[in-house]
T-cell receptor, first 115, second 115 residues
Framework: GAVVSQHPSRVICKSGTSVKIECRSL??????MFWYRQFPKQSLMLMAT?????????EQGVEKDKFLINHASLTLSTLTVTSAHPEDSSFYIC???????????FGQGTRLTVV | QQQVKQSPQSLIVQKGGISIINCAYE??????FPWYQQFPGKGPALLIA?????SEKKEGRFTISFNKSAKQFSLHIMDSQPGDSATYFC??????????????FGQGTILTVHP
């Protein structure tokens, strides 16, 4: 299947700092990517839709100023968690859909721990 | 509003047995129904998917059964193996526009296969 690469896989940061997470589609172009958040033993909750060349679309309740999304190319989307707090600690996962098949592939996920 | 409901929450099966996970959806605009497998600390991996124009799809030991009138679909894992122990998510999406590739997930099922 198609490959979506996410980096870093784990990050620990201090409260008040910012963290950037990268999501790359390695073998296909993705005009749209998605960012999900997952708490332990829970399902994936969609945070935002990342659109290449335009503003991201955020789900209700997600602070767009805290979770900055940039989709500068057809293969790269980034999520920046700004002024991170311990409650932002979670597993963040990106996905991209391949072509007309609607098949979505996920990155490996990023475990963020804010101390 | 939870648009995709998944059951059971957890499932224990003996090696060689059949694992069955069920999902029900509400939005009749959904037209793509994938199942994902997730191991701890990893992103979800696409297992198998189905569209509403077929009632069953089989790939190896994995089979999806789809009942459009009841708005239900299920995953059957034949000859379950200890290596199948993971969390399984059903999902649904619709084609077109800003919804392309956007997945709504069920709550997840933790499958444990005993040797």
């Amino acid at each position: 299947g198609a490959v979506v690469s996410q980096h870093p896989s784990r990050v620990i940061c201090k409260s008040g700092t910012s963290v950037k997470i990268e999501c790359r589609s390695l073998d296909f172009q993705a005009t749209t990517m998605f960012w999900y958040r997952q708490f332990p033993k829970q399902s994936l909750m969609l945070m935002a839709t990342s659109n290449e060349g335009s503003k991201a679309t955020y789900e209700q309740g997600v602070e767009k100023d805290k979770f900055l999304i940039n989709h500068a190319s057809l293969t790269l989307s980034t999520l920046t968690v700004t002024s991170a707090h311990p409650e932002d600690s979670s597993f963040y996962i990106c996905s991209a859909a391949q072509g007309a098949s609607q098949r979505s592939f996920f990155g490996q996920g990023t475990r963020l721990t804010v101390v | 509003q939870q648009q995709v409901k998944q059951s059971p929450q957890s499932l224990i099966v003996q090696k060689g047995g059949i694992s069955i996970i069920n999902c029900a959806y509400e939005n009749t605009a959904f037209d793509y129904f994938p199942w994902y497998q997730q191991f701890p600390g990893k992103g979800p991996a696409l297992l198998i998917a189905i569209r509403p124009d077929v009632s069953e799809k089989k790939e190896g030991r994995f089979t999806i059964s789809f009942n459009k009138s009841a708005k239900q679909f299920s995953l059957h894992i034949m000859d379950s193996q200890p290596g199948d122990s993971a969390t399984y998510f059903c999902a649904a999406s619709m084609a077109g526009g800003t919804s392309y590739g956007k997945l709504t997930f069920g709550q997840g099922t933790i499958l444990t296969v005993h040797p």
